[in-house]
Every structure is written in structure tokens, then in C-alpha cells.
């Protein structure tokens, strides 16, 4: 009875990995008798969500006095009037219009040399955040202010960074208090040269 089992299971195995391994199938569309009895129901109307109008993020960095002068002096355009900015926007304050994260890279290689956090308030937008130890950058996630900071050792070159530090901020009531920190190491590849075997 047992080896009856057995086989009977090996079979349903064998037979339910011979559909090709293509997982979910699709059938079709669905009759129209069987979705006959079924009940819509009204979607959530959704939350309002905070709108904010596209920010000039260089004449927002510019005319910035928390801004260092090395920062303004080095934001110029790579090509035409293109400058190297990158500019999300997102709720990390909790105010009534999103915040403006701004990362100020540079030309040639895109290294962030400096990151900012502005915030609406009376109709307009002071800086709550500043790094500018490059190279760094500064994220939205889930609601938190993440900032990455390449970590150089000597000798690194600027594209083989040893690692990163990510540290991770959050809004409590009029500051951003750091959450989280980490280190990530990168590891060396086979073009760094050998790497020892470990030790038995």
C-alpha cells in the first residue's frame, strides 16, 4: 500500500512539472456566466496627496546661504543650460506641500558634492538638511531621508570606491534625527589582483 502511495505521488509530481515549467497559465478571458454573480464594490476614493509645483532646484541651491560657496562655484551646466542636479520630491516632513530633496553632482564623473532637504513653509522653501562631505547622495525612502557616502581608501579610484556608509534619517518635530547606520564593504575584484584562499 505504502509503494502505491509512493508511485501515486511521484506520478503527480512528475505530471505537474510537465507543463512546461511556465508557472501561472493563462486561459483566456473569463465566461460571462461566471463572473455574472459577482459583486463590484466601490473602490476608496483616494487620499488627496500633497501637489507641489516643479521647484528651480540651482536657483533654489544658489540663493541658499546654508549652501557652501565651493558647492554654488562648481554648480554650473555640464552641457548648454543642463546643470548636474538630481531633484526628487517626496513627504519626509510631514508639511503640507512635499519636500525637495536636491543632489548637486558633479560633471564629469556625476559625484554628489553636496545634498539638501528643502521644506515649505509660508510659502517658501528653507533648507531643514545639508551634506556636503563627497561624495554623497541623498534618497526619499518610505518616507525617510536616506543618504549614501562613498567611503575611499588610499588609492580607491573614483569609480572603485572601498564601500559606503548609509545612514538613515527621520523627521521628529522640527529636525531630522538619524534612524539607522550602516557600512558595506565592497569587495575586490578578480582585477584587484589575487585573493588569498582561506585559511583550512
Not at 463572473?35 to 532646484?57: E, F, L, N, Q, Y
Not at 562655484?73 to 543642463?82: M, N, T, W, Y
Not at 545612514?167 to 575586490?188: L, M, P
Request: aromatic content about 8%; some cysteine; overall charge negative.
Amino acid at each position: 500500500m505504502t509503494a502505491v502511495a509512493v508511485l501515486a505521488a511521484l506520478a503527480l509530481f512528475v505530471s505537474a512539472c510537465g507543463t512546461g515549467g511556465t508557472g501561472a497559465r493563462d486561459e483566456g478571458p473569463a465566461h460571462a456566466d461566471s463572473v455574472a454573480g459577482a459583486k463590484i464594490s466601490a473602490s476608496p476614493s483616494p487620499s488627496p496627496s500633497k501637489t507641489t509645483d516643479r521647484v528651480d532646484a540651482v536657483r533654489l541651491v544658489k540663493a541658499d546661504p546654508a549652501v557652501s560657496a565651493e558647492v554654488k562655484r562648481e554648480l554650473k551646466p555640464c552641457v548648454a543650460d543642463q546643470y548636474p542636479v538630481d531633484v526628487s520630491y517626496g513627504d519626509l516632513t510631514g508639511g503640507s506641500a512635499d519636500d525637495v530633496v536636491v543632489n548637486v553632482l558633479t560633471c564629469g564623473d556625476a559625484v554628489g558634492i553636496g545634498s539638501y532637504v528643502y521644506r515649505e513653509q509660508d510659502g517658501s522653501y528653507q533648507n531643514v538638511f545639508k551634506a556636503e562631505a563627497p561624495p554623497v547622495y541623498a534618497e526619499i525612502d518610505r518616507g525617510d531621508l536616506v543618504v549614501t557616502k562613498q567611503v575611499y581608501e588610499k588609492g580607491d579610484p573614483v569609480s572603485a570606491p572601498s564601500g559606503e556608509t548609509v545612514i538613515t534619517y527621520h523627521w521628529r518635530g522640527s529636525r531630522f534625527a538619524q534612524t539607522y547606520s550602516s557600512r558595506n564593504d565592497y569587495g575586490k575584484t578578480a582585477e584587484d589582483g589575487p585573493t588569498p584562499a582561506p585559511a583550512d
